[in-house]
């Protein structure tokens, strides 16, 4: 998702201004109107957006930290009969360098919910990622395209 876009943006900014042992914190908005997603059995657009905030730490020893949190706020979907769904979640995301290479995780959730059925069909993925080597991705998901 977007969401992507602004972290990276935001990191470069606070990578740009941080000092030893400083923090940094970048607040963000981003729009999801007009995002898309192909589900089992529906394909929904989403209109509102995303609120989060973005943490960067260089530690003493001059090593980075990154925290990236973000929510829906009143998120809707509609799915093509014009049904409308309540979309929440969140995701988060920490990388953490250390002597011996980066750590890094990566958790979403995100729910399209209607009144009366619950949860109709979710996006759920967890990625873990030890520098050296390969991510380890966990999905359990009913949405496999993003369009």
């Known amino acids: 998702m ?12 606070l990578v740009a201004t941080a000092t030893p042992a400083s923090a940094a914190a970048e ?30 730490f260089l530690d003493a020893q001059g090593r980075h930290h990154f925290t990236l949190v973000s929510t829906t706020s009143s ?3 509609t799915d093509e009969n014009g049904v409308v769904y309540n979309f929440t979640g969140a995701e988060a995301f920490h990388h953490q360098q250390t002597p011996f290479g980066t750590v890094g995780h990566f958790t979403l959730e995100h729910n399209f ?31 496999f395209d993003i369009v």
Request: charge should be negative; charged fraction near 15%.
């Open 75 to 77: 998120v809707t979907a």
């Open 27 to 56: 607040h963000f908005t981003d729009n999801l109107t007009g995002e898309v997603f192909s589900c089992s059995g529906h394909t929904y657009t989403l209109q509102g957006e995303i609120s989060g905030v973005f943490l960067f």
């Open 113 to 143: 919910v209607t009144k009366g059925e619950g949860s109709v069909d979710q996006i759920r993925v967890v990625e873990q990622h030890l520098s050296p080597g390969e991510p380890t991705t966990h999905v359990t998901t009913t949405c």
């Open 2 to 13: 977007r969401t992507f876009r602004a972290f990276a943006v935001a990191a470069a900014i």
